[in-house]
């Protein structure tokens, strides 16, 4: 009777957790707008020499093109690849769409990217028992309303609705059940944990780690004795355990934008005009969503790629561009004599008086971020 009554709670406690991720998302909104690129190897970004890759279409990563990979390597890897700058502002547009569609069946919606989202339909808008059958009918939404496809992982914790996602890309789902998931985690490789990136998988590696089995057999001592405070999320994901809820309208903590520069800056009024489009973009951000904030910080990358950053808080929000001009002409003296050359520099403004729901994105050349 007890054990009885112990797996009716069990199962009357289980999530239902949707992971969303549109298809190459960047890549098939140009596709879709452009459809003479379609069936094309496409990057969205920039083909310079010291351009990266944001996106990349299905036909290109056929290739092994990859995003975050500089466009040199991929023009190697596919020399017929055509590149075509991003347009933040249609993808942002797109994603609102699909946010609206998230919203007719939850309002428990995690977003992660612009493209990717975690949903909790345990308890849903439509009373729907399936949160298999929810996902295809989100899918199928979002395929009539945008023309975009979308993939899904279902199960009942975060981790491995993750991972289920990847599992019939693109334009599918897949599912792992609560008495799937040890099995499931079991037989990964430990590379395609999330959280578990190529360093760390690496270092697991060589200490004879290479399977989520691997990985279970370890104690958490051990764990966090060469992982710290991470072992203890890697013992836990080795057994398919995820805690973690699904949090709506995470407060955004930053916004910022950068530029690599295609040739070294070292002069004072080169690097002052490098930053403007930056200081330009974040204001306005600041000026579209209303938000505010006090601490400016001014990020620098040498030739050598060592990285800095300097900041100045003010008592009250920053009133306008042209303070916000000022206080990073200020911080851009401060660097000078140069020892050496710049190759990228950014802005960002923290300590914001609002919130946002998470909208992080990444833009190629010039790169709006919004931090969570």
């Not at 994901?237 to 995820?242: E, G, P, S």
Request: glycine share 6%; aromatic share 8%.
């Amino acid at each position: 009777m007890i054990e009885k009554i112990v797996k009716i709670v069990s199962e009357a406690t289980i999530r239902k957790i949707i992971h969303l991720d549109m298809d190459a998302f960047y890549a098939s909104v140009e596709q879709r707008d452009h459809p003479e690129l379609r069936g094309k190897p496409l990057a969205v970004g920039g083909a310079r020499e010291r351009g990266v890759v944001a996106a990349a279409s299905y036909e290109a990563r056929q290739f092994g093109v990859r995003s975050a990979m500089p466009s040199a390597t991929a023009l190697r890897k596919c020399p017929d690849l055509v590149f075509v700058p991003p347009r933040f502002a249609v993808y942002k547009e797109v994603s609102r769409q699909i946010r609206a569609i998230f919203a007719e069946y939850t309002p428990l919606i995690e977003p992660v990217s612009l493209d990717e989202a975690y949903l909790d339909v345990t308890h849903n808008l439509k009373q729907m028992a399936s949160a298999t059958q929810i996902a295809r009918e989100i899918r199928a939404k979002i395929l009539a309303e945008t023309q975009l496809t979308a993939s899904a992982g279902i199960s009942y914790n975060k981790f491995l609705a993750k991972l289920a996602s990847d599992f019939r890309k693109p334009n599918g789902q897949f599912v792992v059940r609560p008495e799937q998931g040890l099995a499931f985690v079991e037989g990964l490789v430990v590379g395609q944990f999330h959280g578990v990136g190529p360093v760390t998988a690496a270092r697991m590696n060589q200490l004879g780690i290479f399977s989520g089995a691997d990985l279970r057999e370890q104690t958490e001592a051990f764990l966090q004795q060469h992982f710290g405070k991470m072992g203890r999320y890697y013992f836990a994901i080795a057994r398919a355990q995820d805690h973690r809820p699904v949090v709506a309208d995470r407060l955004r903590k930053s916004v910022g934008s950068e530029t690599t520069f295609a040739q070294d800056l070292t002069a004072f009024t080169d690097l002052l005009d490098g930053l403007r489009p930056s200081i330009e973009e974040v204001w306005e951000y600041c000026q579209r969503s209303g938000v505010l904030g006090r601490t400016i910080t001014l990020k620098v990358k040498f030739a050598d790629f060592q990285q800095i950053t300097r900041s100045r808080s003010s008592v009250g929000p920053i009133p306008n561009q042209a303070v916000m001009e000022r206080i990073c002409r200020e911080l851009i003296e401060s660097l000078f004599p140069l020892a050496k050359g710049v190759r990228l520099l950014g802005v960002s403004l923290s300590n914001l008086n609002t919130g946002q729901p998470a909208a992080g994105v990444s833009l190629v050349g010039r790169q709006l971020t919004l931090s969570l």
